[in-house]
Structures are given as structure tokens and as C-alpha cells.
């Protein structure tokens, strides 16, 4: 069991494993129709669960904490924990997007999500703001995070100046994610 715990790729994938002799054990659907639209709903959510998470952290923990840290520690924390969570985080984000395109369209109604249609307004509103929010991580926070890390070396006012920018749009995030997430689970259960 420790050999387990002790690495972090075999516990995932013990996760992973767990999983399948559930649905080996108790699945009644496998194979139904529409059951791999569901599949991907389940990695659907647990990309955006790794996304959104990271993105919380970010915000309730790490830089509310930057503060109280020792300027010497301070680099731990930005050469070490900060690019580490960075990578999760926004190919987090490219999974969820894509995981939830795909289900979209396996559901048979992107087209009519995306151009906000009822029924599928709420789950088309919601796709939007996420769509909106993976942008954000791509092209607005992580070119700024890079600069801000030191990761792409510049002058210490632009530096400054995009550390700002970056916690800025993360908060943005962080207030656009509660109103996506409402969105997501309202299309099924009758939320909007
Ligand atoms: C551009 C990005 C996204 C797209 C295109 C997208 C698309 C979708 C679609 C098509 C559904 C199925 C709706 C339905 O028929 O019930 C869904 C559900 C859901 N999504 Fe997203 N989504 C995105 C981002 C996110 C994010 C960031 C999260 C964060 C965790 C998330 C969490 C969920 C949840 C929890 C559900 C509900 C599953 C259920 O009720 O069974 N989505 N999403």
C-alpha cells in the first residue's frame, strides 16, 4: 500500500482503477446509448474540478499568503510551487474545454448552446464565460505570469506591473467562475 502512496502517479491511478471495478461490479449502463457522452462528462468534470481548484488556490491561499511570507522564502513559492500549479493548471483548462466541446457535442447541441438557444440557454451562458475564463488563463495570465516568475526576463516596473495584471484577471476568474459553475449544473437540474 505505501508503494502506492508514495508516488503520486500510482495513487491517481489506483483512483482510476477504483473507478473501473466499480463499474465493472455495479454498471448497468456501459454500452448504453449515450454512455460515452456520459464518460466524458466524468472526465469533463474532473478536469474542470483540477482547473477551478487551482484556480481557488490561487486565490484563497497563495496570494493572500505572498504577504505574510519572508522575502526570503518568497522564491520557494515562485520558482518552485507557482510554475508547478501554473502547468496543472492551464492544461487543466485546455482538458475541460475540450472535454466539454466534445460533450456538447455528443449531447447533439453545441449549435444551439453556443448561439444560447432555449432549451440550452443556461449550459450555453455557461460555456461562454468558461470559454471567456480559458482565455483569460492562456493569453492574459499565463504570458503575464511568465514575466512576473521570471520565466521571461524583463525590467523590474514591467515585472511589477505584470504580476498585477495577472492577479487582476485571475480575480476576474475567480468571480466568473461562480456563475459558470451555477450554469454548468443548472442545464440538468432544472437551475436557470
Ligand atoms: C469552455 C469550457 C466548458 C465547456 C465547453 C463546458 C461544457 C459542458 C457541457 C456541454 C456540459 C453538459 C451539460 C448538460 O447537458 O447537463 C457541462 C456540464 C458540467 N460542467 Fe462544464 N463546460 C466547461 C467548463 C466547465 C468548468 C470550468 C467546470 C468546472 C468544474 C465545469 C463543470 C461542469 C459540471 C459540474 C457539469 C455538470 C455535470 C452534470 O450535471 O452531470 N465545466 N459542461
Redesign the pocket.
Known amino acids: 500500500m505505501s508503494s502506492i502512496l508514495t508516488s503520486l502517479g500510482r495513487t491517481v491511478l489506483a483512483g482510476f482503477v477504483l473507478t473501473l471495478l466499480i463499474v465493472v461490479l455495479f454498471g448497468s449502463n456501459v454500452g448504453s446509448p449515450g454512455w460515452v457522452a456520459f464518460l466524458f462528462?466524468y472526465l469533463?468534470?474532473l478536469s474542470?474540478?483540477m482547473?477551478?481548484g487551482l484556480l481557488w488556490y490561487f486565490n484563497f491561499v497563495q496570494i493572500p499568503s505572498m504577504p505574510k511570507i519572508p522575502d526570503e522564502q518568497k522564491p520557494a513559492i515562485g520558482r518552485v510551487i507557482a510554475p508547478t500549479a501554473l502547468f496543472w493548471f492551464r492544461f487543466a483548462a485546455m482538458a475541460?474545454?475540450l472535454t466539454?466541446?466534445i460533450?456538447?457535442i455528443l449531447?447533439g447541441y453545441a449549435h444551439k448552446a453556443f448561439t444560447l438557444q432555449q432549451p440550452f440557454l443556461a449550459?450555453g451562458l455557461?460555456?461562454w464565460i468558461?470559454?471567456i475564463m480559458?482565455f483569460n488563463v492562456w493569453f492574459i495570465i499565463w504570458p503575464n505570469q511568465k514575466r512576473a516568475l521570471g520565466i521571461v526576463v524583463v525590467d523590474a516596473e514591467l515585472k511589477a506591473k505584470s504580476a498585477r495584471t495577472a492577479m487582476l484577471t485571475s480575480r476576474i476568474n475567480t468571480i466568473l467562475s461562480i456563475p459558470?459553475?451555477y450554469l454548468?449544473?443548472a442545464?440538468?437540474?432544472m437551475g436557470l
Open positions: 462528462r469533463h468534470v474542470g474540478v482547473w477551478i475541460t474545454v466539454g466541446i460533450l456538447a449531447n449550459i455557461g460555456m468558461a470559454l480559458a459558470m459553475l454548468m449544473v442545464q440538468q437540474n
